[in-house]
């Protein structure tokens, strides 16, 4: 047999696997920066809806809880004079 031909025989199958093996990684690769891109896009959602909590918190239900506070005292007070 012709030692070139030995070779090559004997390269074409470790270029074949090195490739496939490359692929496979790049593959992985790929979706852990997927997973990785999804996880931030969570998290940036769940931030924007604390946000959206504190804000209407601080807008709407300190001002409830104050006016409830003070019709319960005037209520209280209402009581205890008649």
Do not use: C, Q, W
């Amino acid at each position: 047999m012709d030692d070139t031909f030995v070779k090559a025989v004997l390269t074409i199958p470790g270029v074949i696997a090195g490739g496939l093996i490359t692929a496979a990684v790049n593959v992985y690769a790929a979706r852990l920066k997927i997973r990785e891109v999804e996880i931030s896009y969570a998290y940036k959602l769940r931030e924007g809806y604390l946000e959206n909590a504190r804000k209407m918190a601080a807008e709407v239900y300190i001002p409830i809880n104050i006016a409830l506070t003070k019709l319960s005292k005037a209520y209280d007070k209402f009581r205890k004079s008649h």
